[in-house]
């Protein structure tokens, strides 16, 4: 079994990475510490590059058509991580989770119709739900004691809403780091079916769970929530292919599945493009040696970020997160507004991190940390805070 060295920096320069490329446009200057977008700074598994390579020495790369194998990669990889089983025949390719949220907004719900959020969470949700003519309700989290959970008596009053169609569930949470238990999942979808509302449960971080943790697909909890429900997966967080645009949207409800399918159908967008093809399989076939890996070393890097701010830098909290590789941090203490936090983190700081307040009601005073990075990096940033906050 490969030893995988997380440790090793990898020069991400000539990579055409988001993260990395687009700095300046997004923060103004460039030279920040990159810990902003959700994606890795580490190499995909070893039998991932190796599919990719061999699929790229073949030289033609025409329309692809996709195996049995594939979907039943995905199966096999449900049951065992997460004691889900999955039929291969609730399962629809789509190029990301983002793209199919926004698909799923067009088949299921009219112009006017509301969208359930609970922020603060991934503001892609907002702009999905805003860019198509639909409005957001939010039913914001509790914090306290600092951990985070849902407010059933607010979303009991929000679901009376007969407008209120969908509910966008993030499982794991993104970007609080909850790893929502049963109880909690089973209190929410009960609300939702009482309500006649379709949960849309973004599962996109399953994988990414801290020692002693499990996650529990939506889906899995029973047939009637399976059938009230639209799980949207991926391999790019999990195993770094976020490039790769290959996602799983997993709908056992055929009536929903047909609504979904046709709406892809329509938009003709139901093939995989080539690589993304064999790296998912790859992925989900090969890859849990360098993902069990990857966690251990995961968790080695949240040591050092609490740690190090715990020893140095008292006025930020962590918000301890259950999973994900983001980390949640109250900077309220430093006593900034929104303006001055931002400030602080790139000409201070010289961090690029995400700004609490783009996650909606609740986000204002914190930041956002990716530690999908060598521990240098962790370092790094510990070091440049202590040295901003003086
Ligand atoms: C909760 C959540 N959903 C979706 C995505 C992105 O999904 P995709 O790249 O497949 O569109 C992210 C990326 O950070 C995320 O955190």
Known sequence: MPNYDFDKVIDRSNNYSSKWDELGKMYGRDDLLPLWVADMDFMSPKPV?????????????????????YFESVA????????????????????????????????????????LV????????????????????????LFKDGRYTMDFDDLEEKVKDPQVKLLFLCSPHNPVGRVWTEEELNKLGRICIDNNILIISDEIHQDILYPGVKHTPFASISKEFALNS???????????????????????????????????????????????LVALEAAYTYGEEWLDQFLEYLDGNLKTLSEGIEKDIPQIKITKPEGTYLVWMDCRELGLDTKGLNDFMINKARLALDDGYWFGTGGEGFQRINLAC??????????????AVG
């Open 49 to 69: 590059i190796e599919a990719i390579e061999a699929r790229a020495k073949q030289g033609i790369y025409g329309y692809t058509s996709r195996p049995e194998s």
């Open 374 to 387: 060598p521990r240098a990096y962790v370092n790094e940033a510990l070091t440049r805070l202590k040295k």
């Open 230 to 276: 639209i799980t949207c997966t991926a391999p790019s967080k999990t195993f770094n292919l976020a490039g790769l645009q290959t996602s799983t949207i997993v709908i056992p409800n055929k009536i929903y599945y047909d609504i979904y399918k046709n709406f892809m159908t329509r938009i003709h967008l139901l093939r995989n493009n080539a690589f993304g």
């Open 76 to 115: 096999r990889w449900m049951k065992k991580r997460h004691d889900w089983d999955v039929k291969t025949d609730w399962m629809i390719f789509s190029p990301g989770v983002v793209p199919a949220l926004s698909f799923i907004v067009n088949a299921f719900t009219h112009p006017g119709d509301k969208v």
């Open 118 to 141: 609970q922020s603060p969470v991934y503001y892609p949700f907002f702009k999905v739900i805003e860019d198509n003519g639909r409005r957001v309700v939010n039913n914001p989290l």
